[in-house]
């Protein structure tokens, strides 16, 4: 074994069985390893939320459905359910006396489409202005104004989406 004058082996002398190529049977470089471990990590990561349509293009084909009335693409972007009871007290009251009779959902829908409460209040009365998304994991909020196209007022509130499947869909119309 070859020393320096001190006394230390010299580079290179010992060298360790190391990893080994399982088709080559070749010893592989520990960094070799590590570069193609986070390739395959950032791919691996990235793939999942890469693919993702930005929330805010959610609301704005939500938007679009309701200027063209269009009640199928209302029911596919909105949990309808869940976003009634976040409006539930702009709804018309119904005078049915069994309050869990009462389909929600279906009444919000009513009044997004055709001469709809909420419709005409958010298309006719008001500029809507979408914000920035903030995404945590399958949630989002987006930072919506409605500006008062008479008093110029502005309403600022935060749309909750929540990502099922391959898409997002809105929950709650109002976090604020």
């Not at 580079?11 to 070749?26: L, M, P, Q």
């Not at 520990?30 to 293009?57: D, Q, Y």
């Not at 069994?98 to 009365?125: H, K, P, Q």
């Not at 509130?157 to 109002?174: A, H």
Request: hydrophobic fraction near 40%; include cysteine.
């Amino acid at each position: 074994m070859k020393s320096t004058a001190s006394g230390l082996p010299l580079a290179g002398v010992y060298r360790r069985r190391g990893v080994r190529c399982v088709f080559t049977g070749r010893p592989v470089r520990m960094a070799g390893l590590i570069v193609a471990a986070l390739v395959a990590a950032s791919f691996s990561s990235g793939c999942s939320h890469e693919a993702r349509p930005n929330p805010k293009e959610t609301l704005g084909q939500m938007f679009e459905a309701m200027r063209n009335s269009d009640s199928v693409s209302l029911a596919l972007n909105i949990d309808l359910a869940s976003a009634a009871a976040s409006v539930q007290n702009e709804l018309p009251q119904v005078q049915d006396t069994t309050v869990e009779s009462i389909d929600w959902g279906a009444i919000l829908l009513s009044e997004m489409v055709g001469e709809g409460g909420l419709r005409n209040r958010w298309l006719n009365e008001h500029q809507i202005v979408l914000g920035r998304a903030e995404t945590h994991g399958d949630t989002a909020l987006v930072e919506i104004s409605f500006l008062d196209r008479v008093t110029r007022v502005q309403y600022y509130n935060k749309m909750e989406l929540i990502y099922r499947g391959d898409r997002w869909i809105v929950t709650r119309f109002r976090t604020l």
